[in-house]
Protein backbone atom coordinates (compact mmCIF):
# COMPACT_ATOMS: atom_id res chain seq x y z
CA UNK A 1 0.00 0.00 0.00
CA UNK A 2 1.26 3.64 -1.16
CA UNK A 3 2.19 5.80 2.00
CA UNK A 4 -0.64 8.32 1.10
CA UNK A 5 1.43 11.21 3.24
CA UNK A 6 4.58 11.11 0.25
CA UNK A 7 1.47 10.80 -2.62
CA UNK A 8 2.89 12.90 -5.55
CA UNK A 9 -0.78 12.49 -7.72
CA UNK A 10 -4.34 11.44 -7.22
CA UNK A 11 -6.18 10.83 -9.80
CA UNK A 12 -9.60 10.58 -10.43
CA UNK A 13 -11.00 7.88 -12.58
CA UNK A 14 -9.27 5.16 -14.63
CA UNK A 15 -9.67 5.37 -18.19
CA UNK A 16 -7.41 6.55 -21.24
CA UNK A 17 -6.39 9.82 -19.38
CA UNK A 18 -6.29 8.36 -16.08
CA UNK A 19 -3.61 5.49 -17.20
CA UNK A 20 -1.70 7.48 -19.36
CA UNK A 21 -1.46 9.82 -16.34
CA UNK A 22 -0.38 7.04 -13.81
CA UNK A 23 2.07 5.15 -16.18
CA UNK A 24 3.72 8.56 -17.24
CA UNK A 25 4.15 9.56 -13.49
CA UNK A 26 5.72 6.20 -12.25
CA UNK A 27 7.84 5.88 -15.04
CA UNK A 28 8.79 9.38 -13.25
CA UNK A 29 9.57 7.91 -10.14
CA UNK A 30 6.49 9.25 -8.75
CA UNK A 31 3.56 7.69 -6.35
CA UNK A 32 0.08 7.81 -7.69
CA UNK A 33 -3.37 6.16 -6.67
CA UNK A 34 -6.30 6.15 -9.08
CA UNK A 35 -9.56 6.69 -7.67
CA UNK A 36 -12.36 4.98 -9.22
CA UNK A 37 -16.31 4.87 -8.10
CA UNK A 38 -17.79 3.23 -11.38
CA UNK A 39 -16.01 0.13 -13.69
CA UNK A 40 -11.98 0.34 -14.02
CA UNK A 41 -10.97 1.09 -17.57
CA UNK A 42 -13.46 3.87 -18.58
CA UNK A 43 -15.35 4.58 -20.89
CA UNK A 44 -13.44 3.63 -24.11
CA UNK A 45 -13.50 -0.50 -23.20
CA UNK A 46 -16.19 -0.78 -21.15
CA UNK A 47 -19.08 0.92 -23.19
CA UNK A 48 -17.80 3.06 -25.68
CA UNK A 49 -14.63 2.34 -28.73
CA UNK A 50 -13.83 -1.42 -27.85
CA UNK A 51 -17.67 -2.86 -27.36
CA UNK A 52 -18.99 -0.74 -30.15
CA UNK A 53 -16.27 -1.50 -32.72
CA UNK A 54 -16.34 -5.62 -32.07
CA UNK A 55 -20.71 -5.36 -32.54
CA UNK A 56 -19.96 -3.12 -35.97
CA UNK A 57 -17.24 -5.81 -37.22
CA UNK A 58 -19.81 -8.63 -36.70
CA UNK A 59 -22.65 -6.31 -38.13
CA UNK A 60 -20.80 -5.82 -41.13
CA UNK A 61 -20.11 -9.77 -42.22
CA UNK A 62 -23.09 -10.22 -41.67
CA UNK A 63 -24.26 -7.32 -43.87
CA UNK A 64 -20.95 -8.16 -46.49
CA UNK A 65 -22.90 -11.98 -46.45
CA UNK A 66 -26.47 -10.04 -47.76
CA UNK A 67 -24.63 -7.75 -50.56
CA UNK A 68 -22.02 -10.16 -51.69
CA UNK A 69 -20.92 -8.04 -55.00
CA UNK A 70 -19.13 -11.85 -56.18
CA UNK A 71 -22.34 -13.98 -57.46
CA UNK A 72 -19.67 -16.95 -58.05
CA UNK A 73 -18.84 -17.51 -54.21
CA UNK A 74 -22.30 -17.56 -52.19
CA UNK A 75 -22.61 -16.40 -49.41
CA UNK A 76 -25.98 -16.22 -46.78
CA UNK A 77 -26.94 -14.80 -43.50
CA UNK A 78 -29.86 -16.08 -41.16
CA UNK A 79 -31.30 -14.72 -38.59
CA UNK A 80 -29.15 -12.70 -35.84
CA UNK A 81 -28.88 -13.93 -32.17
CA UNK A 82 -27.91 -11.01 -30.49
CA UNK A 83 -27.75 -12.20 -27.17
CA UNK A 84 -24.81 -14.37 -28.41
CA UNK A 85 -23.11 -11.11 -29.98
CA UNK A 86 -23.44 -8.65 -26.51
CA UNK A 87 -22.09 -12.09 -24.73
CA UNK A 88 -19.43 -12.34 -26.91
CA UNK A 89 -18.73 -8.64 -26.52
CA UNK A 90 -18.97 -8.98 -22.84
CA UNK A 91 -16.08 -11.30 -22.68
CA UNK A 92 -13.67 -8.84 -25.06
CA UNK A 93 -14.58 -6.22 -22.64
CA UNK A 94 -13.75 -8.09 -19.43
CA UNK A 95 -10.47 -9.90 -21.05
CA UNK A 96 -9.15 -6.19 -22.31
CA UNK A 97 -10.24 -4.49 -19.02
CA UNK A 98 -7.86 -7.38 -17.02
CA UNK A 99 -5.22 -7.39 -19.82
CA UNK A 100 -4.82 -3.64 -20.61
CA UNK A 101 -6.23 -1.86 -16.95
CA UNK A 102 -5.65 -4.17 -14.11
CA UNK A 103 -2.68 -5.71 -15.28
CA UNK A 104 -1.00 -2.77 -16.27
CA UNK A 105 -1.94 -1.29 -12.81
CA UNK A 106 0.12 -3.98 -11.09
CA UNK A 107 2.68 -4.23 -13.41
CA UNK A 108 3.66 -0.35 -13.10
CA UNK A 109 2.97 -0.45 -9.46
CA UNK A 110 -0.19 2.01 -8.89
CA UNK A 111 -3.22 1.10 -6.74
CA UNK A 112 -6.87 1.66 -7.71
CA UNK A 113 -8.45 2.37 -4.95
CA UNK A 114 -12.59 1.91 -5.33
CA UNK A 115 -14.92 4.63 -3.94
CA UNK A 116 -16.42 8.11 -4.79
CA UNK A 117 -14.28 11.19 -4.52
CA UNK A 118 -14.81 14.63 -4.05
CA UNK A 119 -12.94 17.85 -3.26
CA UNK A 120 -13.73 19.28 0.42
CA UNK A 121 -11.72 22.30 0.06
CA UNK A 122 -9.02 23.63 -2.81
CA UNK A 123 -5.90 21.13 -1.19
CA UNK A 124 -7.77 18.03 -0.49
CA UNK A 125 -9.89 15.08 -2.08
CA UNK A 126 -11.90 12.38 0.06
CA UNK A 127 -12.52 9.27 -1.12
CA UNK A 128 -16.03 8.11 0.46
CA UNK A 129 -15.50 10.59 2.79
CA UNK A 130 -11.83 9.69 3.75
CA UNK A 131 -9.53 12.70 3.21
CA UNK A 132 -6.88 11.90 0.04
CA UNK A 133 -4.16 14.42 0.63
CA UNK A 134 -1.76 14.76 -2.21
CA UNK A 135 0.77 17.18 -3.92
CA UNK A 136 -1.33 17.48 -7.31
CA UNK A 137 -4.62 16.01 -8.44
CA UNK A 138 -5.63 15.53 -11.84
CA UNK A 139 -9.48 15.01 -12.56
CA UNK A 140 -10.11 12.37 -15.32
CA UNK A 141 -14.17 11.19 -14.96
CA UNK A 142 -14.64 11.49 -18.27
CA UNK A 143 -18.17 12.29 -19.95
CA UNK A 144 -21.25 10.58 -20.56
CA UNK A 145 -24.61 10.69 -22.93
CA UNK A 146 -26.34 14.07 -22.47
CA UNK A 147 -29.89 13.84 -22.92
CA UNK A 148 -31.44 16.56 -25.06
CA UNK A 149 -34.47 18.60 -23.86
CA UNK A 150 -37.26 17.33 -25.71
CA UNK A 151 -40.72 17.59 -24.84
CA UNK A 152 -42.09 13.37 -24.11
CA UNK A 153 -38.26 12.22 -23.67
CA UNK A 154 -39.38 10.87 -20.37
CA UNK A 155 -42.19 9.07 -20.30
CA UNK A 156 -40.53 6.67 -22.67
CA UNK A 157 -37.68 4.00 -22.41
CA UNK A 158 -35.02 4.97 -24.71
CA UNK A 159 -31.65 4.06 -24.93
CA UNK A 160 -28.29 5.72 -25.27
CA UNK A 161 -25.38 3.95 -27.16
CA UNK A 162 -24.31 1.88 -23.81
CA UNK A 163 -27.33 0.77 -22.99
CA UNK A 164 -28.41 -0.03 -27.00
CA UNK A 165 -25.06 -2.73 -26.59
CA UNK A 166 -26.39 -4.28 -23.67
CA UNK A 167 -29.98 -5.56 -25.32
CA UNK A 168 -30.63 -9.31 -25.35
CA UNK A 169 -32.60 -8.75 -28.25
CA UNK A 170 -32.36 -6.99 -31.22
CA UNK A 171 -35.84 -4.60 -31.87
CA UNK A 172 -37.67 -4.43 -35.11
CA UNK A 173 -37.25 -1.06 -35.62
CA UNK A 174 -35.17 1.67 -34.49
CA UNK A 175 -35.56 5.58 -34.79
CA UNK A 176 -32.30 7.15 -34.08
CA UNK A 177 -31.98 11.10 -33.18
CA UNK A 178 -28.21 12.58 -33.89
CA UNK A 179 -26.50 12.44 -36.78
CA UNK A 180 -23.02 12.43 -35.55
CA UNK A 181 -20.57 9.71 -35.46
CA UNK A 182 -22.51 7.71 -32.62
CA UNK A 183 -25.67 7.96 -34.51
CA UNK A 184 -24.03 6.85 -37.71
CA UNK A 185 -22.13 4.10 -35.72
CA UNK A 186 -25.34 3.20 -34.00
CA UNK A 187 -27.56 3.38 -37.01
CA UNK A 188 -25.96 1.55 -38.98
CA UNK A 189 -25.03 -1.38 -36.52
CA UNK A 190 -28.63 -2.42 -36.34
CA UNK A 191 -29.60 -1.71 -39.59
CA UNK A 192 -26.78 -4.30 -40.45
CA UNK A 193 -28.36 -6.51 -38.17
CA UNK A 194 -31.34 -6.61 -39.79
CA UNK A 195 -33.46 -3.89 -37.99
CA UNK A 196 -35.64 -1.14 -39.87
CA UNK A 197 -34.06 2.01 -38.67
CA UNK A 198 -34.75 6.20 -39.45
CA UNK A 199 -31.77 8.62 -38.68
CA UNK A 200 -33.32 11.89 -37.53
CA UNK A 201 -30.69 14.77 -37.69
CA UNK A 202 -27.87 15.77 -40.23
CA UNK A 203 -25.89 13.42 -41.06
CA UNK A 204 -21.99 13.11 -40.37
CA UNK A 205 -22.36 17.19 -39.47
CA UNK A 206 -18.61 17.99 -39.35
CA UNK A 207 -17.68 15.81 -42.27
CA UNK A 208 -16.41 17.49 -46.00
CA UNK A 209 -19.94 17.66 -47.70
CA UNK A 210 -18.49 15.70 -50.37
CA UNK A 211 -17.92 12.46 -48.01
CA UNK A 212 -21.11 13.07 -46.45
CA UNK A 213 -22.68 12.75 -49.38
CA UNK A 214 -21.05 9.70 -49.77
CA UNK A 215 -22.30 8.33 -46.64
CA UNK A 216 -26.11 9.33 -47.62
CA UNK A 217 -25.92 6.97 -50.61
CA UNK A 218 -24.67 4.17 -49.14
CA UNK A 219 -27.02 4.55 -46.16
CA UNK A 220 -29.51 5.13 -48.56
CA UNK A 221 -28.15 1.77 -50.07
CA UNK A 222 -28.43 0.37 -46.64
CA UNK A 223 -32.45 1.02 -46.22
CA UNK A 224 -31.96 3.51 -43.56
CA UNK A 225 -34.08 6.47 -43.94
CA UNK A 226 -32.23 9.83 -43.03
CA UNK A 227 -34.48 12.63 -41.81
CA UNK A 228 -32.28 15.74 -41.75
CA UNK A 229 -34.45 17.56 -39.34
CA UNK A 230 -34.24 18.28 -36.06
CA UNK A 231 -36.23 16.02 -33.74
CA UNK A 232 -38.78 18.38 -31.58
CA UNK A 233 -41.37 16.01 -29.45
CA UNK A 234 -41.45 12.31 -28.73
CA UNK A 235 -45.06 10.55 -27.95
CA UNK A 236 -46.01 6.88 -27.76
CA UNK A 237 -48.48 4.89 -30.00
CA UNK A 238 -49.78 1.58 -29.62
CA UNK A 239 -46.44 0.40 -28.23
CA UNK A 240 -44.31 2.35 -31.06
CA UNK A 241 -42.02 5.20 -30.05
CA UNK A 242 -43.21 8.52 -32.34
CA UNK A 243 -40.62 11.27 -33.10
CA UNK A 244 -41.54 14.42 -34.40
CA UNK A 245 -39.34 16.89 -36.62
CA UNK A 246 -39.11 20.28 -36.77
CA UNK A 247 -40.66 19.92 -40.12
CA UNK A 248 -43.77 17.68 -39.34
CA UNK A 249 -41.90 14.38 -40.11
CA UNK A 250 -42.88 11.52 -37.93
CA UNK A 251 -40.55 8.50 -37.26
CA UNK A 252 -41.65 5.41 -36.00
CA UNK A 253 -40.21 2.69 -34.29
CA UNK A 254 -39.84 -0.34 -31.62
CA UNK A 255 -37.24 1.47 -29.48
CA UNK A 256 -35.45 4.97 -29.66
CA UNK A 257 -32.02 5.53 -29.29
CA UNK A 258 -30.60 9.04 -28.35
CA UNK A 259 -27.34 10.02 -29.78
CA UNK A 260 -26.99 13.77 -29.58
CA UNK A 261 -24.01 14.37 -27.73
CA UNK A 262 -22.23 13.95 -24.46
CA UNK A 263 -21.91 15.80 -21.04
CA UNK A 264 -18.95 15.94 -18.67
CA UNK A 265 -19.10 13.76 -15.73
CA UNK A 266 -18.54 15.93 -12.43
CA UNK A 267 -21.55 16.38 -10.50
CA UNK A 268 -20.51 14.50 -7.96
CA UNK A 269 -17.00 16.02 -7.30
CA UNK A 270 -17.28 19.59 -5.84
CA UNK A 271 -15.25 21.56 -8.28
CA UNK A 272 -16.70 24.63 -6.54
CA UNK A 273 -14.91 23.75 -3.39
CA UNK A 274 -12.19 22.56 -5.02
CA UNK A 275 -11.72 25.88 -6.99
CA UNK A 276 -11.98 24.38 -10.31
CA UNK A 277 -13.58 26.23 -12.90
CA UNK A 278 -16.11 25.16 -15.90
CA UNK A 279 -17.31 26.29 -18.78
CA UNK A 280 -21.08 27.34 -19.40
CA UNK A 281 -21.73 23.53 -20.93
CA UNK A 282 -19.84 21.94 -17.41
CA UNK A 283 -16.55 20.90 -19.03
CA UNK A 284 -13.48 21.68 -17.00
CA UNK A 285 -11.18 24.70 -18.45
CA UNK A 286 -7.68 24.22 -18.73
CA UNK A 287 -4.40 25.76 -20.13
CA UNK A 288 -2.28 24.13 -22.43
CA UNK A 289 -0.36 22.42 -19.72
CA UNK A 290 -4.11 20.91 -18.80
CA UNK A 291 -3.91 23.06 -15.34
CA UNK A 292 -6.82 24.23 -14.04
CA UNK A 293 -7.42 27.50 -11.92
CA UNK A 294 -6.79 25.44 -9.00
CA UNK A 295 -2.59 25.33 -9.55
CA UNK A 296 -3.15 21.92 -7.80
CA UNK A 297 -5.55 20.81 -9.87
CA UNK A 298 -5.11 19.52 -13.27
CA UNK A 299 -7.76 17.88 -15.62
CA UNK A 300 -7.50 15.81 -19.11
CA UNK A 301 -9.65 13.72 -21.97
CA UNK A 302 -13.30 13.96 -22.42
CA UNK A 303 -13.84 16.32 -18.87
CA UNK A 304 -11.53 18.92 -19.80
CA UNK A 305 -13.48 19.35 -23.09
CA UNK A 306 -10.55 17.72 -25.55
CA UNK A 307 -11.63 16.12 -28.80
CA UNK A 308 -13.27 12.79 -27.70
CA UNK A 309 -10.94 10.30 -29.07
CA UNK A 310 -9.54 7.82 -26.42
CA UNK A 311 -5.73 8.56 -27.90
CA UNK A 312 -6.11 12.34 -27.32
CA UNK A 313 -7.42 11.58 -23.66
CA UNK A 314 -4.00 9.85 -23.09
CA UNK A 315 -2.13 12.38 -24.82
CA UNK A 316 -3.55 15.05 -22.55
CA UNK A 317 -3.26 12.56 -19.46
CA UNK A 318 0.31 12.51 -19.83
CA UNK A 319 0.81 15.99 -20.53
CA UNK A 320 -0.98 16.44 -17.13
CA UNK A 321 0.84 14.23 -15.53
CA UNK A 322 4.19 15.25 -16.18
CA UNK A 323 3.12 19.28 -15.49
CA UNK A 324 1.50 17.88 -12.48
CA UNK A 325 4.39 16.05 -10.73
CA UNK A 326 7.19 18.51 -12.00
CA UNK A 327 8.54 15.77 -14.20
CA UNK A 328 8.41 17.84 -17.23
CA UNK A 329 11.25 20.21 -15.97
CA UNK A 330 11.83 23.67 -16.69
CA UNK A 331 9.74 23.43 -19.79
CA UNK A 332 6.17 22.48 -18.88
CA UNK A 333 4.33 20.00 -21.66
CA UNK A 334 2.02 20.33 -24.17
CA UNK A 335 -0.43 18.73 -26.89
CA UNK A 336 0.18 19.35 -30.21
CA UNK A 337 -2.90 18.46 -31.86
CA UNK A 338 -1.75 18.90 -35.92
CA UNK A 339 -1.92 16.16 -37.73
CA UNK A 340 -4.89 14.49 -34.96
CA UNK A 341 -7.02 12.27 -36.85
CA UNK A 342 -10.74 10.89 -36.24
CA UNK A 343 -12.05 7.88 -37.70
CA UNK A 344 -15.64 6.91 -37.65
CA UNK A 345 -16.29 3.17 -37.86
CA UNK A 346 -19.44 2.98 -40.35
CA UNK A 347 -18.78 1.06 -43.69
CA UNK A 348 -17.53 2.81 -45.39
CA UNK A 349 -15.15 4.34 -42.74
CA UNK A 350 -15.23 8.48 -42.93
CA UNK A 351 -11.67 9.60 -42.14
CA UNK A 352 -10.37 12.93 -41.60
CA UNK A 353 -7.22 14.51 -40.51
CA UNK A 354 -6.25 18.19 -40.33
CA UNK A 355 -8.02 21.25 -42.16
CA UNK A 356 -11.16 21.01 -43.79
CA UNK A 357 -11.35 23.51 -46.95
CA UNK A 358 -13.64 25.61 -44.91
CA UNK A 359 -11.13 25.88 -41.89
CA UNK A 360 -8.60 26.00 -44.26
CA UNK A 361 -10.16 29.71 -45.37
CA UNK A 362 -10.52 30.92 -41.80
CA UNK A 363 -7.36 30.07 -41.41
CA UNK A 364 -6.20 32.33 -43.71
CA UNK A 365 -5.03 30.11 -46.48
CA UNK A 366 -5.99 30.68 -50.07
CA UNK A 367 -6.57 26.99 -50.35
CA UNK A 368 -7.08 24.31 -53.31
CA UNK A 369 -8.46 20.80 -53.05
CA UNK A 370 -8.86 18.09 -55.28
CA UNK A 371 -11.65 15.46 -54.76
CA UNK A 372 -10.90 11.82 -55.78
CA UNK A 373 -14.17 9.35 -56.75
CA UNK A 374 -13.10 5.30 -55.96
CA UNK A 375 -14.12 4.54 -58.90
CA UNK A 376 -10.48 5.51 -59.91
CA UNK A 377 -9.13 3.61 -56.95
CA UNK A 378 -7.84 0.12 -58.75
CA UNK A 379 -8.13 -1.42 -54.78
CA UNK A 380 -11.85 -0.25 -54.80
CA UNK A 381 -12.36 -1.49 -58.31
CA UNK A 382 -11.38 -5.26 -57.28
CA UNK A 383 -13.31 -4.92 -54.52
CA UNK A 384 -16.52 -4.14 -56.86
CA UNK A 385 -17.28 -1.13 -54.60
CA UNK A 386 -16.51 2.16 -55.62
CA UNK A 387 -18.71 3.82 -53.34
CA UNK A 388 -17.12 6.92 -51.72
CA UNK A 389 -14.47 10.26 -52.08
CA UNK A 390 -10.87 11.03 -51.05
CA UNK A 391 -10.53 14.77 -51.04
CA UNK A 392 -7.12 16.74 -50.54
CA UNK A 393 -7.00 20.04 -49.12
CA UNK A 394 -3.24 22.26 -49.88
CA UNK A 395 -2.59 25.62 -49.59
CA UNK A 396 -2.36 26.89 -53.17
CA UNK A 397 0.20 29.09 -52.84
CA UNK A 398 3.09 26.45 -51.22
CA UNK A 399 1.16 23.20 -51.74
CA UNK A 400 1.38 21.89 -48.37
CA UNK A 401 -1.04 19.74 -47.63
CA UNK A 402 -3.82 20.61 -45.18
CA UNK A 403 -6.43 17.78 -44.66
CA UNK A 404 -7.30 14.67 -45.70
CA UNK A 405 -11.07 13.54 -45.28
CA UNK A 406 -12.76 10.14 -46.96
CA UNK A 407 -15.04 7.92 -47.32
CA UNK A 408 -13.62 4.68 -48.20
CA UNK A 409 -13.23 1.07 -47.38
CA UNK A 410 -10.19 1.30 -44.49
CA UNK A 411 -9.99 5.18 -44.46
CA UNK A 412 -8.88 4.81 -41.05
CA UNK A 413 -6.01 2.42 -41.91
CA UNK A 414 -4.80 5.39 -44.32
CA UNK A 415 -5.60 8.79 -41.92
CA UNK A 416 -1.88 7.27 -40.32
CA UNK A 417 -0.19 8.14 -43.44
CA UNK A 418 -2.31 11.04 -44.01
CA UNK A 419 -1.24 11.96 -40.43
CA UNK A 420 2.42 11.39 -41.45
CA UNK A 421 2.58 13.73 -44.15
CA UNK A 422 1.13 16.68 -42.56
CA UNK A 423 3.23 16.61 -39.50
CA UNK A 424 5.41 16.38 -41.75
CA UNK A 425 4.53 19.49 -43.80
CA UNK A 426 4.62 17.27 -47.08
CA UNK A 427 3.41 19.40 -50.08
CA UNK A 428 0.89 17.44 -52.78
CA UNK A 429 3.69 16.79 -55.44
CA UNK A 430 6.02 14.77 -52.52
CA UNK A 431 3.03 12.63 -51.66
CA UNK A 432 2.32 12.44 -55.84
CA UNK A 433 6.09 11.20 -56.14
CA UNK A 434 6.15 8.93 -53.04
CA UNK A 435 6.14 4.92 -53.08
CA UNK A 436 2.28 3.71 -52.61
CA UNK A 437 1.57 -0.41 -52.75
CA UNK A 438 -0.37 -0.87 -55.39
CA UNK A 439 -4.22 -2.46 -54.79
CA UNK A 440 -4.18 -0.71 -51.23
CA UNK A 441 -7.00 1.79 -50.47
CA UNK A 442 -3.66 3.29 -49.00
CA UNK A 443 -3.00 4.30 -53.07
CA UNK A 444 -5.72 7.00 -52.77
CA UNK A 445 -3.69 9.17 -51.09
CA UNK A 446 -1.26 9.31 -54.39
CA UNK A 447 -3.48 9.09 -56.67
CA UNK A 448 -5.59 12.26 -55.15
CA UNK A 449 -2.63 14.08 -54.77
CA UNK A 450 -1.57 13.59 -58.63
CA UNK A 451 -4.65 15.23 -59.45
CA UNK A 452 -3.34 18.62 -58.71
CA UNK A 453 -0.85 18.68 -61.17
CA UNK A 454 -2.86 16.54 -64.02
CA UNK A 455 -6.61 15.67 -63.86
CA UNK A 456 -6.43 13.81 -67.08
CA UNK A 457 -7.13 9.97 -66.30
CA UNK A 458 -4.24 7.54 -65.35
CA UNK A 459 -3.28 4.46 -66.62
CA UNK A 460 -3.61 1.64 -63.40
CA UNK A 461 0.30 2.39 -61.99
CA UNK A 462 0.67 5.64 -63.50
Same mark, same amino acid.
Given at each position: %?????? +? #???????? $??? %??? &??????????????EQGMLGGTCVNVGCVPSKTLLAAAGARHGALVNPFPGTPTSAGEVDFAALVGQKDELVGRL?? &???????????? *?????? &??? +? #??????????????? =???????? *????? #????? #??????????? %? *???? +??ESLVVIGGGYVGMEQAQLFAHLGARVTLIGRLAPAAEPEVADALRGVFADDGITVIEDRAVAVETMNGQVDVLTRGGRRARGARLLVATGRAPRTAALDLDAGGVKTDDRGFVVVDAQQATSNPRIYAAGDVSGAP????????????? =????? $????????????? $? %? @??????? @????????? *?AQALVAGHRCECRVLGLADVPRALANRDTRGVVKLVADADTGRLLGVHAAADSAGEFMLAATYAIKARMTVDEIANTWAPYLTMAESLRIAAGLFRNEMPTSCCA
Amino acid at each position: %MIDTSL +L #DLAVIGSG $GAA %MAA &AITARKAGKSVVLVEQGMLGGTCVNVGCVPSKTLLAAAGARHGALVNPFPGTPTSAGEVDFAALVGQKDELVGRLRQ &AKYADVADAYGF *EVRPGR &ARF +L #DADTLAVDGTPLSAR =AYLVATGA *EPAPP #DLPGL #DEVDWLTSTTA %M *EQTG +LPESLVVIGGGYVGMEQAQLFAHLGARVTLIGRLAPAAEPEVADALRGVFADDGITVIEDRAVAVETMNGQVDVLTRGGRRARGARLLVATGRAPRTAALDLDAGGVKTDDRGFVVVDAQQATSNPRIYAAGDVSGAPQYVYVAAATGRVA =ALNAT $GAAGSRPATVDFT $G %M @PGVVFTR @PQLGSVGLT *EAQALVAGHRCECRVLGLADVPRALANRDTRGVVKLVADADTGRLLGVHAAADSAGEFMLAATYAIKARMTVDEIANTWAPYLTMAESLRIAAGLFRNEMPTSCCA
